[in-house]
């Protein structure tokens, strides 16, 4: 016998003491960045990169990532109230990241890394993309265990009533549609990167991993709830519209590699 529905009303802290609480949130994102250091450091190792390449690529994803998020998510969703209420751009603690954010700040962070070190801004997001995909999977299983960003109501057997935000019907578990997908997408760039000894095709794996990551964003938005209220109106929300530039770059990418393989063949 099918589920009618999943009754989702798991508790989003492990534990609290006091004002100081431990979110699954927080650990879950806290763990893509330890498991994105691991997966590098072999990647330092069977490349041969110079002693301390990875400690401090890992400062500049940080950085880059945090306040991509959160810029992205003020400036995108609620410009309005943060552009008049600057100060509280800072309090993350009270939630608002945005993907699309994290991925211009992840760019621009590593555009500043590869000047620094000299070494190519491809070279490098080739292979950081792979841990970006893992780190998504990890973070929209958090958005789960908040119940947040979920999507319209459905009368599949796997819908969840999440009852924690006042949900009395069931809903698409977008979160886990995300997260799937970008396990999936995690598995194939390790695939490749590993089925090149190594080597990938210049551009390959980053144009792969925004082409898939943003056209699935781009489909699964369809059935999600609006995030904010301007998006009611909206034929394409934000989410989808910061995606299409994302997919365009993400094929031109995988174009050019294709065309940089040809020449090196010729």
């Known amino acids: 016998m099918m589920l009618a529905s999943i009754h989702w009303n798991i508790d989003p802290e492990i534990f609290r003491i006091g004002r100081f609480a431990i979110r699954y949130y927080g650990v879950l994102w806290a763990l893509s960045f330890y498991l994105g250091y691991l997966i590098f450091n072999r990647f330092v190792k069977k490349e041969d990169l110079p002693e301390g390449f990875l400690d401090s690529l ?70 950081i993309v792979i841990t970006v995909a893992l780190a998504g999977f990890l973070i929209r299983l958090g958005n789960l265990m908040n119940s947040e960003i979920y999507g319209v109501e459905t009368n599949l057997p796997w819908g969840f009533i999440f009852v924690r935000s006042g949900e009395q019907f069931p809903k698409h578990p977008t979160q886990l549609y995300e997260a799937f997908v970008y ?84």
């Open 58 to 127: 890992t400062i500049y994803m940080v950085v880059g990532t945090v306040l991509g998020a959160r810029i992205g998510h003020c400036l995108f969703y609620e410009p309005d109230y943060y552009l008049s209420h600057p100060i509280d751009i800072l309090k993350i603690w009270q939630g608002g990241l945005a993907s699309h954010g994290a991925a211009l700040g992840i760019i621009i962070a590593l555009y500043l890394f590869s000047r620094k070190h000299k070494v190519s801004e491809i070279y490098v997001l080739d292979r």
């Open 183 to 266: 396990l999936l997408i995690f598995l194939l760039l390790y695939a490749i990167y590993y089925k090149s000894k190594s080597k990938p095709q210049k551009g390959l794996l980053f144009g792969l991993f925004l082409s898939f990551v943003f056209t699935a964003r781009f489909i699964i938005e369809f059935i999600k709830e609006p995030q904010v209220d301007f998006e009611k109106t909206m034929s394409l929300n934000m989410g989808q519209l910061l995606s299409i530039p994302l997919v365009l770059a993400g094929v031109g990418f995988i174009i050019y590699s294709y065309t940089q393989r040809s020449r090196a063949v010729k």
